[in-house]
């Protein structure tokens, strides 16, 4: 079963404006989630996390929001840039991690 | 079915022993992955198989071997491991390694422990 879902497998935004990824699961023995930027070919590259006890954690451009009782994350991305696009990953972890299938971003000058 | 499965899901193992890990996916994907996460750190890319054949070893120390059988499942063959070898080490795959196909789906991992 798919635990950590992102059920938008694409966005696309124009340069400048906000890019907003959202990320739902189901267990909530989940205490840490991550986000991953990835290039083709490429491993991916960790980008923000938070723990369980936070509903926010900012760095820089990017900004993650955590609602428990929804169950719900999403990361958003201001102002977004054209080096921005790329396949972004949830991920949640307990005693293993699991990941969402990811969202590819595609952010248009 | 949208599912990768990898087996064991825990591992205890001497630096001695020789073990294997495995793990398989049945979407057709031709591109499948191994990597090695340590606690509360973003998963470190190993090794990349595209068309069963390997594409990428990342500096990886040879007591680590993958082994693709065939498109559906991915090994990863373990000797004389050391205890910081201990991890979750994670398989994923993807319809190939390039292009809009690439959103990868990762399995559950299996947590090795090494004594």
């Known amino acids: 079963d798919q635990q950590v879902k992102q059920n938008s497998p694409s966005l696309s935004v124009q340069e400048g404006r906000i890019s907003i990824l959202n990320c739902d699961y189901t267990?909530?023995?989940?205490?840490?989630f991550l986000w991953y930027k990835k290039y083709p070919a490429e491993g991916p590259t960790f980008l923000i996390s938070?723990?369980?006890?936070?509903d926010k954690n900012e760095d820089g451009r990017f900004t993650v929001f955590l609602n428990k009782s929804a169950k719900h994350l999403s990361l958003h991305i201001v102002p977004s840039q054209p080096g921005d696009s790329a396949v972004y990953f949830c991920?949640?972890?307990?005693?293993?991690?699991?990941f969402g299938a990811g969202t590819r971003l595609t952010v248009k000058p | 079915d949208t599912e990768v499965t990898q087996t064991p899901k825990h591992l205890v193992m001497g630096m001695t022993n020789k073990k294997s890990l495995k793990c398989e996916q049945h979407m057709g994907h031709r591109a499948m992955y191994w990597y090695k996460q340590k606690a509360k750190k973003p998963p470190e890319l190993m090794f990349v198989?595209?068309?069963?054949?390997?594409?990428i070893n990342e500096s990886v120390p040879s007591r680590f071997s993958p082994e693709c059988p065939n498109s559906s499942l991915l090994n990863l063959h373990l000797h004389a491991l050391q205890p910081e070898d201990s991890a979750l080490y994670l398989c994923?795959?993807?319809?190939?390694?390039?292009?809009?196909?690439?959103?990868?789906?990762f399995g559950p991992g299996t947590r090795l422990t090494v004594t």
């Open positions: 267990n909530s023995m989940f205490d840490y």
């Open positions: 994923a795959s993807s319809q190939d390694t390039g292009g809009f196909g690439d959103e990868q789906y």
């Open positions: 938070i723990s369980s006890i936070k």
């Open positions: 198989y595209s068309y069963e054949k390997l594409s």
């Open positions: 991920a949640a972890s307990s005693s293993d991690m699991r």
